[in-house]
């Protein structure tokens, strides 16, 4: 079975100043592990994705993740916040290479203060 | 490349209605999927397929629900007799046939309103 918790529903960070959202997940196989965005009446965009390569991810628009197996992490990270980046982050994550285990995490919304 | 295009963008109906959801995938991509996404349960997957063929329904709430995929660059999302609880926005989205590691390409969505 799989699971993938995002900690906080939402976020809020003055523009310039670095984000960090965050991911654990539980997984019983080697995961692979997705960063997708949302903005307002979009569909999904991916920007970064782990499967097993570098632990250190880095994805569009500047963002980053880190791939932590001790802490069952995946949490995204930017240096310097613009307020483009204000949207919906989803985590997700596929442990057995089939589309039913794809599992989203709830979503956390990213707020940018001017 | 024009991405997973879906029809129509917008959708507002009386319940009892039939509604009928559309989507183009990326040409080449072999998987198609059909979500859900509401305030209350997030991003639900409801059906996908692989070379037109249905291969997990599971998620299709109930009988009201159909999926089809007649040929590689065409699917619909039926709902019929349609409800209140089913407004949401429908996201369709199509990835390349492989390990499904690899990544879905989501439509912009249909927000679908039953009154």
């Known amino acids: 079975a799989q699971s993938v918790t995002q900690l906080d529903s939402h976020v809020s960070v003055s523009e310039g100043t670095p984000v960090l959202l965050r991911c654990n997940y539980s997984?019983?196989?080697?995961?692979?592990l997705f960063w997708y965005v949302q903005h307002p009446n979009k569909g999904l965009q991916l920007l970064l994705k782990?499967?097993?390569?570098?632990?250190l991810v880095k994805g569009i628009n500047g963002f980053e993740a880190e791939f932590k197996k001790s802490e069952t992490s995946f949490h995204l990270t930017k240096p310097s916040a613009h307020m483009s980046d204000a949207a919906e982050y989803f985590c997700?994550?596929?442990?057995?290479?089939?589309?039913?285990?794809?599992?989203f995490g709830k979503g956390t919304h990213l707020i940018i203060q001017p | 490349d024009a991405g997973v295009i879906q029809s129509p963008r917008h959708e507002v109906t009386e319940m009892g209605q039939e509604v009928t959801l559309r989507c183009k995938p990326i040409?080449?991509?072999?998987?198609l999927f059909w979500y859900r996404q509401t305030m209350m349960r997030g991003l639900e997957l409801l059906i996908y397929?692989?070379?037109?063929?249905?291969?997990?329904d599971s998620g299709m709430p109930e009988d009201r629900f159909s999926a089809k995929m007649p040929n590689a660059s065409f699917s619909t999302l039926k709902i019929q007799p349609s409800e209140p609880r089913d407004s949401a926005v429908y996201f369709c989205?199509?990835?390349?046939?492989?390990?499904?590691?690899?990544?879905?390409?989501f439509g912009d969505g249909t927000r679908l309103s039953i009154l």
């Open positions: 989205a199509s990835s390349l046939q492989g390990t499904l590691r690899q990544p879905q390409h």
């Open positions: 997984s019983s196989y080697s995961p692979s």
């Open positions: 782990y499967t097993s390569a570098a632990t």
């Open positions: 997700v994550v596929s442990d057995r290479g089939g589309a039913d285990g794809l599992t």
């Open positions: 040409s080449g991509h072999d998987y």
């Open positions: 397929f692989n070379n037109n063929v249905p291969i997990d």
